[in-house]
């Protein structure tokens, strides 16, 4: 049970590198296709030499991947809105000839509803 541990956690180490390598732009082709073929070759020893030679660099790649990831937009929690002030804003829209009527009544069923 424990050597089955021990490889699943390898094979996770040696993905979780691979993975690392190709997003590296800082390394070219020939330095991509030299880890990866040092990794078949002899991949326990291609493993810690990774993880010692560009550990540092392989932690801040993933922290600055994960901190892109959360000032995009999309990923932010969305405050909690009034939905009188919603509907209202809609209305100002509907009035100006911005959206139709269709469009206000999506906004005003989304606000009413909660769910944007």
């Not at 390598?21 to 991949?43: E, Q, T, Y």
């Not at 206000?104 to 769910?115: D, P, Y």
Request: net charge neutral; charged share 20%; aromatic share 12%.
């Amino acid at each position: 049970m424990i050597w089955i541990f021990i490889e699943i956690a390898y094979l996770f180490a040696i993905i979780w590198i691979i993975i690392d390598v190709f997003r590296d732009h800082s390394l070219g082709g020939w330095g991509k296709a030299g880890w990866l073929l040092f990794l078949i070759v002899v991949p326990v020893i291609a493993g810690l030499v990774y993880l010692i030679a560009r550990g540092q660099g392989m932690a801040e790649r993933s922290q600055s991947r994960r901190s892109a990831v959360y000032e995009d937009d999309d990923y932010r929690p969305r405050p909690a809105a009034n939905p009188t002030e919603e509907i209202a804003k809609a209305q100002e829209l509907l009035s100006s000839g911005v959206i139709t009527q269709g469009e206000f009544e999506a906004i005003k069923s989304k606000a009413l509803t909660g769910r944007y």
